[in-house]
């Protein structure tokens, strides 16, 4: 099956910071999506990258897909509290289920 | 708009007990799912659906067993608890196969003693 790694497991950073956490497949994906998770709550979904090399972008995150679809990243620029939980990729592949990473826990200090 | 309601929210069992979760969704979706949630391990898939009347094993299936009888449940049962399958278990759906987001319930926390 599937294998991620999601790096890194956790992060503290300052308000302001910026913040990158890392998705890394051992195959070929066809889609990843990110989702959010705020402490005592439930994942909720931010975005699917689909094409290789793709880039986008909400507002203070920016979300790219490789170039060989094996790997992605979400970028925070500028931090802010509101900012914290955990940030999962979640992998798609041939088959109808998704393999989630391990999280990276982001925690955002005033 | 309720979405994805799960129940219960919270529940002690003591070990060899059973007890059953429920999922439901309002939004038509044809896949569903059951994930668990450990600290530091991320979601792992126990069971999902692909339409009603249908599973499939995912992940870390050992001690649960589901049903889909109805398009919009999904049920997924402890038949003797045990102490490692204490955690937050997650229901989620969503209407396509390889596309798509999950939309997930709030979360059933269990404890077992």
């Known amino acids: 099956g599937q294998q991620v790694m999601q790096i890194p497991q956790y992060q503290h950073v300052q308000e302001g910071e910026d913040f990158t956490t890392y998705c890394n497949s051992s195959t070929t994906l066809s889609n990843i999506q990110w989702y959010k998770q705020r402490p005592g709550g439930h994942p909720v979904f931010l975005i699917q990258l689909v094409k290789s090399g793709e880039v986008k972008k909400q507002k203070r995150l920016t979300f790219q897909f490789g170039e060989a679809k094996k790997n992605s990243s979400l970028h925070i620029t500028a931090t802010q509290t509101t900012d914290v939980g955990t940030y999962f990729c979640?992998?798609?592949?041939?088959?109808?289920?998704?393999?989630f990473g391990s999280g990276t826990q982001l925690t955002v200090l005033p | 708009n309720a979405g994805v309601t799960q129940t219960p929210k919270f529940r002690v069992l003591k070990t060899g007990q059973s007890m059953t979760l429920l999922c439901a969704q309002d939004m038509n979706h044809e896949y569903m799912y059951w994930y668990r949630q450990d600290p530091g391990m991320g979601l792992r898939l126990i069971h999902y659906?692909?339409?009603?009347?249908?599973?499939a094993k995912g992940e870390v299936p050992d001690g649960y067993n589901v049903s889909r009888l109805k398009k919009q449940n999904f049920l997924l049962g402890l038949e003797s608890a045990a102490p490692s399958q204490t955690s937050v278990y997650f229901c989620?759906?969503?209407?396509?196969?390889?596309?798509?987001?999950?939309?997930f319930g709030e979360g059933s926390r269990l404890t077992v003693l």
């Open positions: 979640a992998l798609g592949g041939s088959a109808r289920q998704l393999t």
């Open positions: 659906s692909v339409g009603e009347g249908t599973t």
């Open positions: 989620a759906s969503r209407g396509t196969a390889n596309t798509g987001e999950l939309f």
